[in-house]
Every structure is written in C-alpha cells, then in structure tokens.
C-alpha cells in the first residue's frame, strides 16, 4: 500500500467550479450548464440548429423516417469512407464533406430533393450549407445525425 502524490492546480479566476464567482456549485446545476453547450446531452447529441442556414433546411430523424419510403430522394451520408463502411442508413450515397466540392456534379446530376446526414449532425449541416452555395435546391440536414438516429429511431443501429 502506497500514497500518491498529487499537486493541486492554481485555481482559474474564471472556472466556473473553481473560482469565486463559480456559477456550478452542485450536480444539478451542472446538468443545467450543460444543457446550454454544444455536444452530448444526456445520451444523444442534440446541437443547436446551424445559425447560418435557412429555416426549413434543418429536418428531425422523426420526420425523416416519415418520407424515407414515401419519396424519391437521395440521401447523402457525408462522413468519412472509413465511418461510412462501419454502418449507415440503407440507400445512402456516401460523399465525404471534404470530397463535396470536388464532387458536387455527382450530386446535381441526381435532381432529386437531397437529405444529408452525418454522425452527429455538424458535417450534415455543412454539407448543406455548401450545397445551397452552389444553387442546388431542396436540400436538407438531419438533425442530431446517427447518434439521435441510434436514440429515438432505431436502437439496434450501431453507436460509435
């Protein structure tokens, strides 16, 4: 049996568990900071909606379920290969946010209403947003991507 030696950090004038001025004093309101930053909250990642697309763009994984079958669209999953080739949705076209640009006329030849998703809804938004800079119409983004797919639509689809 032995001790550890551990060395305090300085305290941050700012840190808002630490400081004198901390604005996190117990658990609960931890979960409340929490629910005002981006990233994961409470199992799935749930991201503000992207301030520079327009209203309409963004679409939930509810409402994507609900036209999946009901319309010709493609759905352009915009991770990378290797994430890509680990699971997706079945009919999904993968083009990698990186390779859009380059790869923009395999998309506009299709001339069919787009849905990008992504893992978590951050490529999918910017996918999007290139998509209508370069004029092409229709064009929406899954919210909260395969994570929130895996929490509200299909718990059997693989989480990584």
Known sequence: CGFHNMKKPK??????????????RSMEDSKEDLLHSRGPVGGACVLPPPADLPEGVEISCEDYV???????????????????????????????????????QDVKDKNLPIY???????????????????????????????????????RDFPKY
Not at 11 to 24: G, L, T, W
Not at 77 to 103: H, W, Y
Not at 147 to 152: G, P
């Open 11 to 24: 305290k941050s004038p700012s840190c808002p568990v630490c400081s004198p001025n901390a604005k996190i």
């Open 66 to 104: 609900q036209l999946r079958e009901s319309m010709d669209h493609l759905l352009l999953d915009v991770r990378v290969t290797r994430q890509f080739d680990m699971c997706t949705l079945e009919g999904a076209v993968n083009i990698p946010v990186s390779q859009l640009k380059d790869r923009i």
């Open 116 to 154: 990008c998703l992504c893992r978590r809804g951050i490529a999918s938004a910017k996918a999007a947003r290139i998509l209508l800079d370069e004029g092409i119409p229709n064009v929406h983004h899954i919210r909260g991507g395969l994570t929130t797919w895996n929490a509200n639509i299909d």
